[in-house]
């Protein structure tokens, strides 16, 4: 064989390696992608078995809002305004979220970021302006509106004003108009007394006691002066229009005043009165209760009256010694040199 015949024999036969290789290396890779369609379809016949997956509630919304059921429906119930809104499946939060920004009971509840207050005066310059923070306090809104209402002597109803709850609203966006309403389930006593004051003006404060969500709760209905003659028809006719301006006329259960002879009369008006709208409870055995300090009262007076007299010179000798200082040293020193105890 020549050395010619020879190179072609060793072409050939790296030509047919190549070959090989490249079928070999086609089979791999279809034997590849085969395998890899096949693990896709056993990954979709998994996930196809066990569902779609839950996503997780990583959002802040979820701890302001509360899942219920009302029938056979999901409803999501925000915490501070008891709003309720549909619950979505796919869990998504956005229309949740767009509530707690608006909602008034939360801004007020929860602390936030404070706001800044613009003061365009002071004492010393009318052009000097400062700014320092500022949040709403419902609270603090509702004691300062108590204070004015007694300073100017306004009526109970004034934050009931609709002009008066414009400006409050047009001032501080997050302020909540007052409710001049009790709620009470059924029924509720009231206890009443009378006071003078320095100008001889008789004034009756009328406070009405209920039992609410199983908690004994006070409101001050009515504080009003009462025009002469101080009578109990003056009495009755007062206390029932009080309850009438509350709609407390068909709940009253019980009236406590004290041993007075005139609220005698005013109580058996008012019973009157109350009756021709519905019965009473228990008939209105129980409807005057008669006030027990008032009765403690009366009862120590009579015991002290043996000792009256005794009670009015110690009253003038204590008024004589503190006249004046001189006679105060003196009657120290007088109680050293006895070696009388005393008080510090």
Not at 210 to 225: P, Y
Not at 268 to 273: D, I
Request: contains cysteine; aromatic residues 8%.
């Amino acid at each position: 064989m020549s050395s010619l015949e020879g190179l072609f024999i060793n072409l050939s036969e790296e030509e047919n390696s190549d070959h090989n290789r490249e079928i070999n290396d086609d089979q791999t890779n279809v034997e590849d992608i085969r395998n890899t369609e096949e693990n896709q379809e056993n990954g979709d016949d998994i996930a196809l078995q066990f569902g779609k997956k839950r996503r997780r509630k990583i959002s802040k919304v979820w701890e302001e809002f509360t899942i219920i059921e009302i029938g056979s429906e999901k409803k999501m119930k925000c915490k501070h305004c008891k709003s309720l809104f549909k619950f979505n499946e796919s869990g998504t939060t956005t229309q949740y979220g767009r509530h707690l920004l608006i909602c008034p009971k939360r801004r007020v509840s929860i602390p936030g970021q404070l706001e800044l207050s613009m003061q365009t005066s002071t004492p010393r310059c009318d052009s000097f302006s400062t700014m320092k923070p500022w949040k709403y306090d419902h609270a603090k809104i509702r004691e300062l509106l108590s204070h004015m209402v007694m300073v100017h002597e306004l009526p109970f109803v004034f934050d009931e004003y609709d002009m008066f709850n414009l400006l409050m609203k047009q001032a501080a966006p997050d302020f909540q108009k007052g409710s001049g309403s009790i709620e009470i389930s059924k029924r509720v006593s009231i206890t009443t007394d009378i006071w003078r004051s320095g100008q001889k003006l008789e004034y009756m404060v009328v406070t009405c006691h209920f039992v609410h969500d199983w908690k004994l709760h006070k409101r001050v209905l009515n504080f009003v002066k009462v025009p002469p003659p101080h009578n109990g028809a003056a009495v009755s006719d007062s206390l029932y229009k009080c309850l009438e301006d509350w709609g407390l006329e068909r709940k009253l259960a019980s009236v406590t005043m004290d041993n007075a002879s005139y609220n005698d009369v005013a109580v058996k008006r008012l019973k009157e009165s109350l009756s021709y709208l519905g019965k009473l409870p228990y008939d209105g055995k129980f409807f005057h209760v008669r006030c027990c300090a008032h009765i403690l009262n009366i009862l120590v007076q009579d015991g002290l009256s043996d000792i009256e007299s005794v009670i009015h010179d110690v009253r003038d000798s204590v008024k004589h010694i503190s006249a004046t200082p001189l006679r105060i040293q003196m009657f120290s020193e007088t109680t050293k040199q006895m070696r009388l105890p005393c008080k510090n």
